[in-house]
């Protein structure tokens, strides 16, 4: 518990205190911070129905008025989406099962956007694998690993890190034979790939920190979905939800952005266009870009910031779509 403390505690003083352009400095501090979302230097979700589930309970629980309306008010969508994938079968893209591999195993955090890409594919390949959440702080489940960053993915043994190389990666295992639909060609689903970890992670941290409503929003879905212990979980999710409102206020500033919301439509906006009216960049099927987007974005999508983005821009079809191909998620249960 003193431990927890401390760390919460200095974190968070360092985050009030340096007034220098840039992230984080100590390690502690960095740490803490990244238990988390998007708060990284190099960039910045699971939403299958159950992960969606969870995380309306959870802010359910929460505590403030608005954090449990926010999980009725996401309740009621759940019901909603779910009633529509009823109604649309998924369009899951299943390897042939001589391709599969015996074992996957995916360490993550449960809300960062790198591992939800990653989860976002193995989903819509319906590729079944285990999940082991890393503890932020001590990262005790990957001390026997070189790669200090979430995701890493085991597969049959072998390690496979970095969203992108392991998403390139097991897509030539399980579709030697590209399943993307003809309408989009390789280039531009290598831009727009290139576009989500260059840009678009970065506008996340900027909305889901913008206030402290906002941060401890964030924090609360965080901390009850990540691998804390219960002293963890209460100081983390304060402290880092007052860290993060600070930090996010130096990203801006790194990013260059000056109207975090107005940012994030900008985004949604601009993949629309992109989409330039077809159902997905990948055509008639969602393409390795679709599901990068989507990836990053499933984890705000029922945050305060990725409930306006849905009002305030054409994203929402897309979105849903996206959630109708993907379908259940392919996550074995422990
Ligand atoms: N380029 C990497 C970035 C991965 C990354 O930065 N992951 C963050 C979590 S969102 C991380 O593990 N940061 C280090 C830490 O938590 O100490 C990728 O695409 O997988």
């Known amino acids: 518990m003193r431990r927890a403390l401390i760390l919460a505690s200095a974190a968070l003083h360092r985050a009030l205190r ?7 400095a100590t390690a502690v501090q960095y740490r803490l911070l990244q238990v988390a979302l998007y708060g990284n230097s190099t960039s910045t979700g699971d939403s299958s129905s159950s992960a969606r589930q969870r995380w309306f309970s959870s802010a359910a629980l929460g505590g403030s008025a608005e954090v449990a309306s926010l999980g009725a008010a996401g309740a009621v969508v ?22 599969i591999p015996k074992e996957v195993v995916l360490y993550q955090y449960e809300a960062c956007p790198f591992c939800n890409k990653v989860k976002a594919f193995l989903d819509y390949y319906d590729i079944p694998y285990k999940v082991v959440e890393v503890n932020p702080i001590s990262k005790k489940e990957i001390k026997w690993s070189d790669y200090k960053k979430v995701p890493i993915v085991m597969v049959d043994g072998d390690q496979l890190v970095d969203s992108s190389d ?20 390789d ?51 304060y402290a880092g939800a007052a860290a993060m409102y600070f930090v996010s206020k130096k990203l801006k500033k790194k990013y260059n952005i000056t109207d975090e919301r107005a940012a994030l439509y900008e985004a949604a906006e601009t993949w629309v266009d992109a989409l330039n009216g077809r159902d997905f960049l990948g055509g008639s099927k969602p393409n390795l870009a679709d599901l990068a987007v ?13 409930g306006d ?7 929402g079809e897309w979105y849903t779509r996206m959630e109708n191909a993907v379908g259940e998620s392919s996550r074995i249960k422990a």
């Open 18 to 24: 340096s007034t220098n352009g840039g992230l984080p």
């Open 309 to 315: 983005m849905v009002e305030h821009t054409r994203i």
């Open 294 to 306: 989507y990836g990053v974005l499933r984890p705000i999508r029922y945050l305060r910031s990725g």
């Open 166 to 185: 392991i998403i390139d990666k097991l897509r030539t295992k399980f579709h030697p034979t590209k399943s993307i639909d003809s309408g989009s060609d």
């Open 78 to 99: 759940t019901l909603a989406v779910a009633a529509s994938s009823f109604q649309e079968a998924s369009a899951k893209e299943r390897p042939p099962q001589e391709l």
């Open 187 to 237: 280039d531009e689903e290598k831009k727009w790939r290139r576009w989500v970890d260059n840009h678009l992670v970065h506008v996340l941290s900027p909305n889901i920190y913008r206030n402290t409503s906002e941060a401890l929003e964030s924090f609360d879905y965080i901390t009850s979905n990540g691998n804390f212990s219960f002293t963890e979980k209460i100081t983390v999710k």
